[in-house]
Nanobody
Framework: VQFVQSGGGLVQPGGSLRLSCAASGFTFSSYSMSWYRQVPEKPREFVASINDNSAATNYAGSVLGRFTISRDNAKNTVYLQMNSLKPDDTAVYYC???????WGQGTQVTVSS
């Protein structure tokens, strides 16, 4: 199982970023996927999840209405569109195969003026 994440970086407050996570090594279309984030010295926290056919999504309250999780099963890729970013969104973001111990390498998102 392998994930290749991309799309992080530095953005000003109120800006947008889209994270991507390309998966391989398993039947991507059969599994729910999630995004988590972590800041130093704090536990990794749930951000959003999406089921196998995109029919169901869930979000942490702190990102609801600002972030959108989506997937393209033809491309084996899950996305996280992040809008109206705040400094508190600064973290390393990880994609995750839900209920398994498979994680992406992490990508840094920094929201700062």
């Amino acid at each position: 199982v392998q994930f290749v994440q991309s799309g992080g970086g530095l953005v000003q407050p109120g800006g947008s970023l889209r994270l991507s996570c390309a998966a391989s090594g398993f039947t991507f279309s059969s599994y729910s996927m999630s995004w988590y984030r972590q800041v130093p010295e704090k536990p990794r926290e749930f951000v959003a999840s999406i089921n196998d056919n995109s029919a169901a999504t869930n979000y942490a309250g702190s990102v609801l209405g600002r972030f959108t999780i989506s997937r393209d099963n033809a491309k084996n890729t899950v996305y996280l569109q992040m809008n109206s970013l705040k400094p508190d969104d600064t973290a390393v973001y990880y994609c995750h195969r839900s209920l398994y111990s498979d994680w992406g390498q992490g990508t840094q998102v920094t929201v700062s003026s």
